[in-house]
């Protein structure tokens, strides 16, 4: 439904979005995962026909983004990140310039209005400004206006942002439920999101994509240094401290009192290692963990990991110049 | 492209804006009609005590004309109020991001947009133009052939600053700056028909510069095509200028 090939886009000499490759089949919700600035809106521009890509191919719907932008809008539904809309007109007469403006044909447009309407449970509202309605409102006002052509591909830029929870499991819900139907690209930086929502995460971060998965296989896929917990008593933290970064593997120790936070290599070695050489020591072991791998630690992984190189300055970034 | 059109035409009949600004409009126009009434009595109750002189009667140049040049001229001052808004509020709430998204071409936004502001200068001309001719009509009598180059050439000298309104509201998100442009450019184009020189050179290559010369022509009654291609011709230049200043997000290499 949406493929993309060595997508960039180069903003004057910074390079917003590196070599992006995917494809994403009908049905899919994805979200897109990064920090601030990683490139997802970019991308999402792209997409949407906003500007065009720089080099490379994107195509959605079975066209293409740059050459048949036209018929792209056509099958597309988009909702900017800060739901821009027309403060002086009501839902309804929002909608209606929506529904009109996207081609919905006259006849339908009644019809296309009233389930946009339903869909977003915006029955309460339908006649007041939108200036006077609250943000929850606005995003479903928002969301309204992407699906009122019943387009094939919905694109949403962070669909949850600003909402309380209460409204932010709504919006939740109506997604998975625009999912049945529909195409999804999701972006958020919020984890809990994705893993609730989406089939499959992209991870971008400094414009290249670092990882793509199932939330479930993203969570179980590990860390590149494993989080164990260690409890040690009988001897002065400092000392036990000190003695831990001694064995080989450990990264990095943090004390809290008896407890000792630790980086390591790995964990199936490591844990009978630091068993052992704690007892050899005796002191007294009183708890010894690898901890639970959230979604959120591979995510804060793999970003630290992507920083890392960009910022290592060695190689500095390739930058395909002289056009 | 109709959605935009209807969408616009309704922004402007929602808002105090355009009803303060056509109020403000009628209300010097109307003045302006008692003035030269007052003027144009005198003159033509001479006339009737001298029969002798009764050709110095001019109705359409003593009554009409100055009332007419003076609907010309307040546009400069009117249409830059009236033309602020159309790309610059949308671009600073970022609705013409969503806009771009849609399924319609530059083109359809930009006319659309540029006749929304048109009618309204247009129902603006009319109300004000209307009462002025009727009333003299009943009166004295007038000229309907000359009536017709000056509806033509309010309506040319209106697209034109429109569309020059326009193109200055589609270079920046603040409408203040968009206005400013706007009068400072109307402004400046109507006093180089005060720089004789410049002028005297000008008329060799491009005409006269003036943005209300080519009007006065028509003010009085004469078609002339160059004056014609003079309003045209600014008008399509700055529909296509902001057509590519709306295109230019893609510019970025």
Known sequence: ?323 | MLAILTKEIRAYYNSSMAWVLAACYLFVIGLMYVISISEFAPASARAAANPMGAGEVRVMEQLIYPVVWWMAFLLILMVPLLTMRLFAEEKRSGTLELLFTYPLTEFQIVMAKFLAALSVVVLMLFFAGFTTIMFTWRLVGVEWPTIGTICLGLLLVGSSFVSYGLWASSLSGNQLVAAVVTFGGLFATWLMGFMRDFVNQAKELIGDPSNLAHFDNMARGQLNSHDVIYYVGWTVLFLFLTMHMLASRKWST
């Open chain 1, 1 to 323: 439904m949406i493929t993309a090939s060595s997508l960039c886009k180069r903003f004057g000499d910074k390079l917003a979005v590196d070599n992006l490759n995917f494809g994403i089949e009908k049905g899919e919700i994805v979200g897109f995962l990064g920090p601030n600035a990683a490139g997802k809106t970019t991308t999402m521009r792209m997409l949407t026909c906003y500007f065009p890509p720089s080099e490379g191919k994107a195509t959605v719907a079975g066209f293409d983004v740059y050459t048949q932008s036209l018929q792209v809008r056509k099958n597309v539904g988009y909702l900017p990140e800060h739901v821009p809309l027309y403060t002086d007109m009501t839902v309804r007469e929002y909608l209606e310039f929506a529904a009109a403006a996207k081609g919905v044909a006259h006849v339908d447009r009644k019809k296309a209005i009233a389930t946009a309407i339903e869909r977003c449970s915006l029955e309460s509202v339908e006649d007041q400004l939108i200036g006077t309605i609250s943000r929850g409102y606005r995003q479903r006002v928002g969301l309204g206006q992407a699906i009122i052509s019943e387009p094939p591909v919905l694109i949403l830029d962070e669909p949850t942002v600003g909402l309380d929870p209460a409204q932010i499991r709504e919006i939740r819900e109506l997604i998975r439920e625009l999912g049945q139907k529909s195409t999804i690209i999701l972006s958020t930086h919020i984890l809990p999101e994705v893993s609730m929502t989406c089939s499959r995460v992209i991870i971008i971060a400094n414009g290249k994509i670092q990882a793509q998965d199932t939330p479930q296989n993203l969570s179980s896929r590990g860390l590149s240094l494993v989080p164990i917990t260690v409890g040690v008593a009988g001897a002065a933290p400092a000392e036990v401290q000190e003695f831990l970064k001694t064995i080989q593997g450990v990264k990095k120790v943090e004390s809290e009192g008896e407890t000792f936070r630790l980086e390591t290599e790995n964990d199936r070695e490591m844990r009978p290692r630091l068993a052992r050489a704690i007892i050899e020591k005796g002191w007294d072991l009183l708890e010894l963990h690898a901890r639970q791998v959230s979604l959120e630690d591979v995510f804060l992984d793999i970003v630290a990991q992507s920083d890392k190189s960009e910022g290592a300055g060695v190689t500095p970034e390739p930058v395909a110049g002289g056009i």
